[in-house]
């Protein structure tokens, strides 16, 4: 009897979990790819389909199991896992560089855009996938400004180190010409200039160590760049 009630409970959590689908509507949310699963978190909330007038920021995370088949026609219910429960140290954020760089099995949250000004900016939150928790720690040698909205980020997972370019700082509008480059393993950044800014553009790590960015908005509202327009950055070998 006692086995049977188990197996009731199992089968109610495990309908329950899976019941669970995102309902807001979200821009600038963040996710990455591990262990056959999108995790999703952050975003803006906008409360006019059109406008950021009246958006609220999110701290909602969650993943799609993308493991096994599973349809996307009209009725059919998406492998969505709710983990909001386990976000309740993140503050409400979007823009955010979130990437698989960290040590053993461990994903990298840095908040772009956020609502509590009681944090730091060199605040970063890890969080254990074998565990499911969230951590944070305190950087040294941040960057010096907030430039983290619209950046764009890579990993270079061999030396789990994550690169952040770009990027838009609101009041006044200035656009980041800066790489702020996070050691995952000591928690250190190095900050180095580039000879172009931008924002909303593309970022690619390519197996010969070169970091592709295309495309994008210039600074002081000088438009978008050319989709041929191809800047490179190399990594340090």
Not at 46 to 53: A, C, H, R, T
Not at 105 to 128: A, C, Q, S, W
Not at 181 to 210: C, K, Y
Request: glycine share 8%.
């Amino acid at each position: 009897m006692l086995f049977l009630c188990l197996i009731v409970i199992c089968l109610y959590l495990n309908e329950f979990t899976l019941a669970f689908t995102p309902t807001n509507t979200v821009w600038g949310h963040s996710a990455v790819f591990a262990d056959s699963r999108i995790y999703i978190t952050g975003g803006i909330i906008p409360k006019n389909p059109i406008g950021f007038e009246g958006s609220t920021r999110s701290k909602e995370f969650y993943y799609l199991d993308v493991e096994k088949p599973f349809g996307v026609g009209t009725g059919d219910k998406l492998p969505w896992v709710d983990l909001n429960s386990e976000a309740q140290i993140l503050p409400e954020h979007a823009w955010s560089a979130f990437s698989n760089c960290g040590q053993d099995d461990t994903l990298i949250l840095f908040p772009g855009e956020y609502n509590d000004p009681n944090l730091e900016d060199p605040t970063v939150y890890t969080y254990k996938l074998s565990l499911r928790q969230w951590n944070s720690f305190t950087t040294a040698n941040p960057p010096s400004l907030n430039y983290h909205s619209q950046t764009q980020t890579v990993c270079d997972v061999r030396t789990g180190t994550m690169y952040i370019f770009g990027g838009i700082r609101p009041k006044p509008d200035t656009t980041n010409k800066f790489m702020n480059i996070l050691d995952t393993s000591t928690l250190v950044w190095q900050n180095i200039s580039i000879d172009f800014a931008r924002f909303d553009h593309t970022g690619t790590l390519l197996p010969n160590g070169n970091i592709i960015y295309i495309g994008g908005s210039l600074p002081d509202g000088k438009g978008f760049a050319e989709m041929s327009e191809v800047n490179r950055h190399r990594l340090i070998d």
